[in-house]
């Protein structure tokens, strides 16, 4: 074990080096430039085809997708509001400070329109499988649009290997070691129940993921939102001093404090920006295979929904998380993880309740992420194997639940970090090469289906 953690603490340092952190924010920022800003500029367009056609959207017949528009949306949000928007931002707040937030917030709003780029590209090079069901994501416009098969299987691999760390790994070592903490049960007992619960939804496809994260983004993101944000509405006069650590914290070392083992510019940059990708996933390549199975008339309009994802994920849920967390001030104490965002809340609620409340909300945002991120792997097996892969790939997913129960979670992060990273770099080359051809998707208004007159384009 020591080996491996030299061996990917190596690689990391490689990952998420400064060509990575350029890499990373630049595709975002050069996205956003070209398509002119449209976290921004098409506010009312996201907010129509999104949020305002949710029951219009249950109505339609699929005739261009399997499951209902809003219906992959919601399962895509599921895949990233996750254990990382509470242990994630617990550890990135314990390990580089309050200004870890601020280079999340940066990633988060130029990621909107790297998200936004990655699901229209998706939908443009999709395709049918044996089943006839709707598929696609990174690696079919990678392959299809590159013209690069090899890049498109490395892709894969990475996405099954980041998945089944982040996803089946991360997510259930969050969980189980919050139910530890608070009941002392045993994590190999909890992640046998988690597999279970997993397996009765993954089983039944795409289809049953949608029923379920339907009803469960909504009512999991609603109230996580709303206890936390009264929690920091009730506290406003300390807010100043909060942002003011935040956005100087940002660009100042941190020394040591407490508990608190200080921090340089670099690795605040660093763990801000490695903890928002782990959480809102913009540029990693994930979030077009949920939304490849959308029923939805233009291209772009399922695009708007992976703007909304990373707003939703970031921009408030981790804001909320990591403002509670610093107007605690528990951050220096040298705790971490889900025992950090437990020592906050419980500051702030009485008795025991902010316990019960991180507890709960662990455990539904991973449940959430376990019964959607296994059919990213499912795609990317399929993809590489065909058809005779999809079983056993969620087979293996329900087994690495169980082996997530027993993990370490300095070492399963860190792990994550790096896989996340590896993944990233295939996709965001992608984009990058083929901007041209998203341009041209986006200004002409391309309806699910069509094609623009020549693929050829490029930067």
């Known amino acids: 074990m020591e080996i491996i953690n030299e061996v990917n603490s190596f690689v990391n340092d490689i990952v998420w080096g400064p060509i990575m952190i350029a890499l990373l924010l630049g595709t975002g920022i050069f996205l956003s430039v070209r398509l002119k800003f449209p976290q921004l500029s098409r506010i009312k367009d996201i907010r129509k085809v999104t949020l305002g056609r949710m029951k219009e959207d249950h109505r339609r017949q699929t005739e261009h997708g399997t499951i209902a528009s809003a219906k992959a949306g919601l399962a895509s949000i599921a895949c990233v509001v996750g254990t990382g928007n509470i242990t994630g931002v617990a550890t990135a707040v314990a390990t580089g400070g309050p200004g870890a937030l601020f280079w999340m917030w940066l990633s988060a709003f130029f990621g909107m329109a790297t998200k936004f780029a990655e699901i229209v590209l998706g939908l443009y090079y999709r395709e049918k499988n044996e089943r ?74 795409i289809t049953r993921i949608g029923d379920v994260c339907e009803w469960l983004t909504p009512l999991m993101s609603l109230i996580y939102i709303v206890i936390g944000g009264l929690i920091v509405i ?21 020394g040591a404090t407490g508990g608190f083992a200080g921090a340089t510019v670099m690795q605040i940059m660093t ?21 490849c199975s959308a029923n ?133 080359i992608a984009l990058l090469l083929l901007s041209g051809t998203l341009v041209r998707i986006y200004k002409e208004k391309i309806p699910t289906g069509g094609k623009i007159k ?6």
Not at 238 to 248: D, R, S, V
Request: glycine share 12%; charged share 10%; proline share 4%.
């Open 234 to 254: 009730l506290h406003l006069p300390q807010l100043p001093h909060a942002f003011a650590m935040i956005f100087t914290g940002a660009f100042t070392p941190q």
């Open 296 to 428: 939805v008339d233009y291209i772009e309009n399922q695009g708007f929904w992976g703007i909304v994802e990373v707003f939703l994920d970031t921009m408030i849920i981790n804001t909320v998380t990591g403002l509670v967390i610093v107007l605690s001030g528990k951050w220096v104490t040298g705790i971490s993880g889900t025992e950090l965002a437990m020592h906050a809340f419980s500051t702030f609620m009485p008795g025991h309740i902010g316990n019960y409340f991180i507890l709960i909300s662990t455990f539904l945002f991973g449940y959430s992420c376990l019964i959607t991120s296994s059919f990213l792997c499912e795609v990317s097996g399929e993809f590489i194997w065909g058809k005779k892969a999809v079983l056993p790939v969620r087979w293996i997913w329900i087994a690495f639940i169980v082996v997530g129960s027993v993990g370490g979670l300095e070492f399963v992060w860190d792990l994550a970090d790096t896989a996340n990273g590896l993944m990233a770099i295939p996709n965001l």
């Open 132 to 205: 006839g069901e709707y598929i696609g994501g990174a690696m079919f416009y990678i392959y299809k649009g590159l013209k690069s098969k090899w890049m498109a299987y490395f892709f894969c691999i990475m996405a099954i290997f980041s998945y089944m760390v982040c996803g089946a790994i991360v997510d259930t070592n969050s969980i189980v070691l919050g139910i530890q903490a608070q009941w002392h049960v045993p994590p190999l007992a909890s992640g046998i129940i988690m597999a279970f619960l997993t397996a009765i939804v993954i089983l039944g496809g």
């Open 454 to 459: 020549n693929e050829d384009t490029n930067l």
């Open 271 to 291: 763990v801000g920006l490695a903890r928002g990708l782990n959480s809102n996933e913009a540029g990693m390549g994930s979030s077009p295979t949920l939304n």
